[in-house]
């Protein structure tokens, strides 16, 4: 194993943050691991600590055949801001940008950078995209801030990767993931091995997050480039494991030796590995999703649960206002999965409380709801 530790650049006076990256193994396919770049979503982290453990029994026994970094810790800044004891770490307080928005578009400059270059070979064109990547991120201006820094470090590693997985959470949540829709046959197996209840698909759900930042490039490169066989070369997903509190131990290993079975099928561990438990899920648009919101202020009452399937006009949850004696039922709108209710059990006007991943697109446009 090799630690690689980055010093984040614009720190305060008096102290200072690292980024730190564990390479394990070595060749020339790779997978890029990170957890808890929304640093308040901790199940990642969790199950990133078993993956450590077990990558490292794995390269010394000689069982890599490739190279895999893991960054545990994707997120030192968010670690830190605690508010009266209530974690913030989805936004930057100082900024209030997202942590996972943002992220830099590389396909737009690395197209100008191989026009005329790319040809009928996919492993050569491979191999120019990725140098041409970093060649773009090294090129860029100085960061100008911290938040910025940290994201171009992050992406500086995974874009040279085959498979990128970007550990995540819902507020309280089954199991769910994010991806192209092209991927989607890939990324079936690690959802039979996880027990992932849903798959979202979009091309492109706005906002440039990690996962989309690591992929989406490929896909607009083969666009550009209709002539040259550019292969949609990194498979990248947002995994989204449960809700906040969904730090157990046993869940850890679960999802650690899931991950594990999925990088031995795709060639990059070696030996005998479980076939996946469960079925694979189904993979949806992610223009599908409903959100649904408080009509009013009150206390939530959930008559489903995160996971269930909910049919159309299925009541889902109650706000009850006690002062007026006002109970409002909020019913699906569309049939799919309830895939993430919020954690909070006091409602506000205006905020979603449930999601549900329907079949039929209902919303257009910018996807991701921050």
């Known amino acids: 194993m090799e630690r690689i530790d980055h010093r984040l ?28 770049l929304h640093a308040d979503e901790l199940p990642g982290m969790r199950a990133a600590w078993e993956l450590k453990k077990r990558l490292t029994e794995l390269e010394q ?16 800044m968010g670690l830190g801001q605690l508010l009266q004891g209530s974690h913030q770490g989805r936004f930057e307080i100082g900024s209030g940008k ?30 120019m995209i990725r140098q041409a990547m970093t060649d773009t991120l090294n090129a860029l201006p100085a960061p100008s801030s911290q938040l910025q820094g940290m994201q171009r470090l992050l992406l500086s590693h995974a874009c040279t990767a085959d498979i990128v997985l970007d ?22 197996s690690l959802s039979a091995h996880l027990n992932v209840k849903v798959g979202l698909l979009a091309e492109d ?14 896909l607009r490169l083969s666009q550009a480039f209709p002539e040259a066989q550019v292969p949609l070369a990194c498979l990248a997903t947002t995994l989204e494991l449960g809700g906040q509190a969904d730090t157990g131990r046993d869940e850890a290993i679960f999802h650690a030796e899931g991950i594990l079975a999925f990088l031995a099928e795709q060639g990059l561990i070696k030996g005998e590995w479980p076939a996946p ?48 004696d ?10 799919g999965v309830l895939f993430a209710v919020e954690r909070l059990r006091y409602a506000q006007a205006g905020f979603w409380l449930a999601k549900v991943a329907g079949r039929e697109a209902l919303r257009h446009g910018r996807l991701l709801n921050d």
């Open 98 to 127: 997202n942590f996972n928005r943002d992220f830099v578009e590389l396909s737009a400059p690395v197209a100008e950078l191989l026009q005329g270059k790319l040809g009928d070979d996919p492993h050569a064109n491979v191999r």
């Open 326 to 335: 006002r109970v409002s039922t909020l019913c699906a709108g569309t049939s």
């Open 9 to 36: 650049p614009w720190g305060h006076l008096g102290c200072e943050r690292q980024l730190s990256v564990f390479r394990f193994g070595k060749g020339e396919r790779k997978a890029y691991i990170q957890a808890s």
């Open 205 to 218: 759900s706005g906002g440039s997050s990690f996962d989309e930042a690591c992929s989406l490039p490929w």
């Open 61 to 76: 026994q000689g069982a890599l055949n490739g190279v895999i970094e893991l960054v545990p810790v994707a997120n030192p």
């Open 277 to 324: 438990q469960y079925e694979p899920c189904e993979g949806l648009p992610f223009e599908g999703t409903e959100l649904l919101f408080a009509p009013h202020a009150g206390v939530i009452s959930y008559l489903r649960k995160a996971g269930d399937w909910v049919e159309k006009g299925e009541p889902i949850f109650e706000v009850i206002d006690p002062l007026e």
């Open 167 to 188: 550990l995540h959470c819902d507020a309280e949540a089954a199991l769910h993931m994010y991806a192209l829709p092209q991927h989607w046959p890939q990324w079936r």
